[in-house]
């Protein structure tokens, strides 16, 4: 059997509900959970739909053996105890015994967790050919350094984009699973996912208002006749 720890906290006329689920057997099991709370259900979102394994008013998991996992939620009703209860436990067996579960890792575990995160890909007529010519290119030699704390924060952006590709690239539950790892844990991967939307956003604009500023750096550097003011003066 699977125990649960929860608690809650009233915040701004909110109840939040913290649990922690954990598998103290020696088998792997599918545990649901369901808001006991005498009111509707608000679970955490992921990209605007409720977050992996919630339907209506449960969350579902699968636990390996001494593993524990977190989950939470909210409803406006007055906190009771106790707030969240188990309707489901049950062990899942290699074969599905009894469940129609199958445990071997497949392709669809990796692929839940990158649903889960969102494709990060951007469109691929955004993206230039490899070996398109480059005007700039030709035209400038080789491109100059930028400011350092560009660069850090360039190297920032670059960092974050990497663990999210990596996660969309995973084709396995284990390499999914060392991709979580190397971030440094789910919360950091979806973080990462969070905020390479606002990261794309932000290069997008700095990409406007830099060509914008170059083109009139250029244009008044090519009109400005220093002759004249060196006479002058």
Same mark, same amino acid.
């Given at each position: 059997?699977?125990?649960?720890?929860?608690?809650?906290?009233?915040?701004?006329?909110?109840?939040?509900? *913290? $649990?922690? &689920? !954990?598998?103290?057997? @020696?088998?792997?099991?599918?545990?649901?959970?369901?808001? +006991?709370?005498?009111? %509707?259900?608000?679970?955490?979102?992921?990209?605007?739909?409720?977050?992996?394994?919630?339907?209506?008013?449960?969350?579902?998991?699968?636990?390996?053996?001494?593993?524990?996992?977190?989950?939470?939620?909210?409803?406006?009703?007055?906190?009771?105890?106790?707030?969240?209860?188990?309707?489901?436990?049950?062990?899942?067996?290699?074969?599905?015994?009894?469940?129609?579960?199958?445990?071997?890792?497949?392709?669809?575990?990796? *692929? $839940?967790? &990158? !649903?889960?995160?969102? @494709?990060?890909?951007?469109?691929?007529?955004?993206?230039? +050919?490899?070996?398109? %010519?480059?005007?700039?290119?030709?035209?400038?030699?080789?491109?100059?350094?930028?400011?350092?704390?560009?660069?850090?924060?360039?190297?920032?952006?670059?960092?974050?984009?990497?663990?999210?590709?990596?996660?969309?690239?995973?084709?396995?539950?284990?390499?999914?699973?060392?991709?979580?790892?190397?971030?440094?844990?789910?919360?950091?991967?979806?973080?990462?996912?969070?905020?390479?939307?606002?990261?794309?956003?932000?290069?997008? $604009?700095?990409? !406007?208002?830099?060509?914008?500023?170059?083109?009139?750096?250029?244009?008044?550097?090519?009109?400005?006749?220093?002759?004249?003011?060196?006479?002058?003066?």
């Amino acid at each position: 059997m699977v125990e649960v720890e929860s608690r809650t906290r009233r915040e701004d006329g909110v109840t939040l509900v *913290a $649990a922690v &689920v !954990r598998n103290g057997t @020696d088998v792997r099991r599918r545990v649901r959970l369901e808001n +006991a709370l005498d009111g %509707p259900t608000l679970p955490p979102r992921r990209h605007g739909v409720p977050a992996d394994g919630w339907d209506g008013d449960a969350v579902t998991v699968t636990l390996e053996p001494g593993e524990r996992e977190g989950v939470g939620f909210a409803s406006h009703t007055a906190p009771e105890s106790p707030a969240i209860r188990v309707v489901e436990d049950v062990r899942v067996t290699p074969e599905g015994v009894g469940n129609g579960v199958d445990s071997d890792p497949t392709p669809d575990d990796a *692929a $839940a967790l &990158v !649903r889960r995160l969102g @494709d990060p890909a951007p469109p691929r007529d955004a993206v230039p +050919a490899a070996n398109a %010519p480059s005007a700039e290119r030709d035209r400038d030699g080789p491109e100059p350094d930028v400011p350092p704390p560009v660069a850090e924060w360039f190297a920032t952006v670059e960092s974050r984009v990497r663990t999210v590709e990596a996660c969309a690239g995973a084709e396995t539950l284990a390499e999914a699973t060392a991709v979580v790892d190397d971030a440094g844990g789910l919360g950091a991967v979806e973080r990462a996912v969070e905020e390479a939307a606002d990261d794309a956003a932000t290069l997008r $604009a700095v990409e !406007r208002r830099a060509a914008a500023l170059a083109d009139r750096a250029e244009g008044s550097a090519e009109a400005t006749d220093l002759a004249p003011l060196r006479t002058l003066s």
